[in-house]
């Protein structure tokens, strides 16, 4: 070890990306984790003796960075998850196992005006893999970047394409988006998708084994002495010093942290939205799904946005996810997992038709307030605010899903850069 001791705040992907790639170049690292287990919203809950995955489990097969770690931890054992989706607007099938079938099926299914709008943003991206990003060139770049996707493309594209793709990354709508963020979308098609077999859990113990991780233990704020931030102060009021603090957390969390201390770039950060979405994963005693068709996207007046089969052999447990405007108070209200199962079973039901096998075997959720980020206005100005702030304060440093986007490997790229940073400032 070469002496640094760094505190990781968060345990989420971009918090287990920079503890692993700091520990990886000799640091001392500590991650605080104010929950009773790690992993943010990879995180696992027990469906009966099953792990199931409540928040992103989908592995692109172009994850470079996040599968090169999985595969240094001997941790890489992936099973294909080839996700048929179906569209009730048009007749749109995305199937992430097949990504230029999807393609063929995205542009049958928009205006020929449309297509040639999409067409150089989908070759930005197959051409550099960056442009799939925030920091990519090519959005951030266009002249019209900041146009909001529901003036930029038309009502048919916005039902049946884009809708499906922003609301399951963000839980936003296309009049809350605009194209400097697209490419990040976007990318989810011109990919293949796996995910764990047993799940991240044993993930989680390899990272835990060589990391020092401080669950249930909450920071309340940073420790700052002549404008240096020099360690954290925990809730219960004690405080541990520290060469340099990440704070890989969601953007609102990051705010309240450094708001007593650093106001100005909490300020900054304020700006940054998120919607709420709820998961719930139900296991029936009977197959829902079929091999052709294992997923369904719901349209804009449903709370739910999209249903599918947990895994491509696991056809009679079913995701339900709640995101999109109309799930907005609903989620806000809090609900409890039999009303989150009432609402889904029911509009499930009427949409596809289908009747579920009774009776229902187990079932566990949750409700996330700030679980899908929706970037902000303007948000390529806000990274460049983000970036003159933290370069006016000493050893601080950010990651998280607002940085290089919401996608597992775009968080796992946010906590890499940041390990990279330290290690050019510490040597």
Do not use: W
């Not at 393609?103 to 550099?128: E, G, R, V």
Request: with cysteine; net charge neutral; charged share 25%.
């Amino acid at each position: 070890m070469n002496g640094y001791n760094i505190a990781v705040i968060g345990s989420g992907i971009s918090g287990l990306a920079t503890a692993y790639e700091l520990h990886s170049r000799g640091y001392n690292v500590t991650v605080f984790e104010k929950d009773l287990s790690i992993g943010g919203r990879l995180g696992t809950q027990k469906l009966r003796e099953k792990d199931v995955s409540l928040g992103g489990k989908n592995i692109g097969k172009k994850y470079v960075e996040f599968r090169r770690m999985c595969r240094e931890l001997h941790e890489d054992n992936f099973e294909k998850f080839g996700l048929n989706s179906t569209s009730s607007n048009t007749s749109l099938r995305i199937d992430k196992d097949r990504p230029f079938k999807s393609l063929l099926s995205i542009l049958s299914n928009i205006p020929f005006s449309d297509i040639l709008k999409m067409l150089p943003m989908i070759q930005a991206i197959k051409q550099n893999r960056e442009n799939a990003y925030l920091s990519g060139p090519y959005f951030k770049t266009l002249k019209n970047k900041d146009t909001l996707l529901s003036d930029l493309f038309s009502e048919k594209s916005i039902l049946g394409i884009i809708r499906p793709l922003v609301v399951r990354n963000n839980g936003a709508e296309a009049n809350e988006l605009s194209l400097e963020t697209f490419g990040t979308n976007l990318a989810m098609v011109l990919d293949s998708y796996e995910q764990f077999t047993d799940g991240p859990q044993h993930l989680f113990e390899k990272l835990s084994d060589i990391i020092t991780m401080r669950v249930n233990t909450q920071v309340s704020s940073l420790y700052v002495k002549d404008g240096v931030s020099e360690g954290v102060i925990l809730q219960d009021g004690s405080k541990e010093l520290f060469d340099s603090i990440v704070i890989a957390t969601t953007a609102d969390i990051a705010s309240q942290l450094l708001k007593p201390v650093y106001s100005k770039l909490s300020k900054v950060l304020e700006k940054i939205r998120y919607n709420p979405v709820g998961i719930l994963v139900a296991e029936y005693p009977a197959d829902v799904f079929t091999t052709e068709q294992r997923a369904f996207i719901f349209p804009p007046d449903h709370h739910l946005s999209n249903a599918g089969a947990y895994g491509m052999n696991e056809l009679n447990i079913v995701r339900y996810t709640f995101s999109g405007k109309t799930s907005h108070d609903f989620l806000a209200s809090e609900p409890s997992s039999e009303e989150l199962l009432r609402i889904a079973q029911q509009e499930f039901t009427e949409h596809t038709g289908i009747t579920l096998p009774k009776p229902l075997k187990a079932k566990t959720g949750t409700v996330l307030s700030s679980g899908l980020s929706a970037y902000s206005k303007n948000h390529t100005h806000t990274l460049s605010e983000i970036r003159e702030n933290l370069s006016e304060i000493s050893d601080l440093y950010l990651a998280g899903d607002y940085i290089e986007g919401v996608s597992i490997e775009a968080c796992y790229r946010s906590g890499l850069n940041v390990a990279k940073e330290i290690q050019i400032k510490k040597s």
